[in-house]
């Protein structure tokens, strides 16, 4: 995007090393595929947030109760873990994560996916700071 400034700056050595704002990369094995869960692609970043925020408008007690609640939590959990994973891996469709995982993997994997959610709120309202 900067064209030359990036060629003077590169010529002078000065170097802006945009990877040290990275989180320390943490990932999942489920299926024998890796998963980076450590942040969250800028291109799902709205969608994963919607996600997130239908997840929250749901009562706990009732998403646990075996009604129409616990379908909803578990169709939206499995949206927004098969939205996360197929990003990596395309096959990690919905239909995927309803056939090969269990409610364990799914919850902990849908957990990894917020801390990534959260910590990159963190970095805009860090870099909004300065």
Not at 17 to 28: A, F, N
Not at 52 to 78: F, H, S, V, W
Request: proline share 3%.
């Amino acid at each position: 995007m900067g064209g030359s400034v990036d060629r003077i700056n590169d010529a002078m050595g000065n170097i802006v090393d945009l990877d040290i704002l990275r989180p320390k990369q943490v990932c999942v094995r489920l299926a024998d595929k890796m998963i980076d869960v450590s942040m969250i692609p800028c291109g799902i970043t709205f969608e994963i947030d919607a996600i997130m925020r239908e997840l929250m408008k749901l009562d706990p007690k009732k998403a646990q109760d075996g009604g129409e609640d616990t379908r909803k939590y578990l169709d939206l959990t499995i949206k927004l873990c098969a939205t996360f994973a197929s990003v990596g891996h395309p096959e990690m469709t919905e239909e995927w994560f309803r056939d090969n995982v269990d409610s364990m993997q799914l919850g902990r994997m849908a957990e990894l996916v917020k801390d990534a959610l959260l910590r990159s709120y963190e970095g805009v309202r860090a870099y909004g700071k300065n």
